[in-house]
């Protein structure tokens, strides 16, 4: 059984910025991509970023340019990079893995 489990999430003001990490754990073979989306109340889970094995990256349009995603393949953790925080970007973030499914999920909170 592999878990996901973030960590980092949290209060911050507008212009602030947080850096969110998820290590997966357990029976592990590969982990091709591996990435966050999120979900804000009353909307769908969205794409935050992801990024392959190869470290190919891919982002959301809403985040592009202040969220940065990088990995350690060797550890089986992403970590989320986020600058320039919008109150918009409030939501709970979840960790992906392909294969190996969701983390519980992280709650950031961007005040105005």
């Known amino acids: 059984q592999v878990q996901l489990v973030e960590s980092g999430g949290g209060l911050v003001q507008a212009g602030g910025s947080l850096r969110l990490s998820c290590a997966a754990s357990?029976?592990?073979?590969?982990?091709?991509?591996m990435g966050w989306y999120r979900q804000a109340p009353g909307k769908q889970r969205e794409l935050v970023a992801t990024i392959s094995s190869g470290g190919n990256t891919r982002y959301g349009d809403s985040v592009k340019g202040r969220f940065t995603i990088s990995r350690e393949n060797a550890k089986n953790t992403v970590t989320l990079q986020m600058n320039s925080l919008k109150p918009e970007d409030t939501a709970v973030y979840y960790c992906?893995?392909?294969?190996?499914?969701w983390g519980q999920g992280t709650q950031v909170t961007v005040s105005s």
């Open positions: 357990g029976t592990i073979f590969s982990i091709n991509t």
């Open positions: 992906y893995a392909v294969g190996y499914g």
